[in-house]
Nanobody
C-alpha cells in the first residue's frame, strides 16, 4: 500500500533554515508530480510548491519564492523542500502530496497525502 511520510520539521529561529523530506513507497514515484502544502491554524491549506515527474517544471507560491527550493530524487523516492530565510509566517503544518496528473490544479487532484510535519519559526 502507498505510504507518504514527511520528516525534517522542527523549531527554528527567524532567518534560519530547515530541510524537509518526503519519502513515498508503494507507488511508482517518478510517475507522480509531488507538492508541498502547508496549513496554519485558521488558514486554508496552501500549496507551497509543486514539482513534476522529472523535476523539469517547478512552481512556488509567491510567499516563498526566492526562499524555498523544491527538489526530488527519484532514485530515492524522496521529495525535498529546502527552506531558507524562514519567517514566523512560515509556521505551519507542512504536508507532502502526490498526484498522478502531470500538472495537478488543486488539492482534489492529489491522490496521496502524508500526515504532515510541523514547522515552527520563532521570532
Amino acid at each position: 500500500q502507498v505510504q507518504v511520510v514527511e520528516s525534517g520539521g522542527g523549531l527554528v529561529q527567524a532567518g534560519g533554515s530547515l530541510r524537509l523530506s518526503c519519502t513515498a513507497s508503494g507507488l511508482t514515484f517518478e510517475s507522480y508530480t509531488m507538492a508541498w502544502f502547508r496549513q496554519a491554524p485558521g488558514n486554508e491549506r496552501e500549496r507551497v510548491s509543486q514539482i513534476s515527474w522529472g523535476g523539469g517544471s517547478i512552481n512556488y507560491a509567491d510567499s516563498v519564492k526566492g526562499r524555498f527550493t523544491s527538489s526530488r530524487d527519484n532514485a530515492k523516492n524522496t521529495l525535498y523542500l529546502q527552506m531558507n530565510s524562514l519567517k514566523p509566517e512560515d509556521t505551519a503544518m507542512y504536508y507532502c502530496a502526490a498526484s498522478r496528473q502531470f500538472w495537478p490544479r488543486g488539492r482534489a487532484d492529489f491522490d496521496y497525502w502524508g500526515q504532515g510535519t510541523q514547522v515552527t519559526v520563532s521570532s
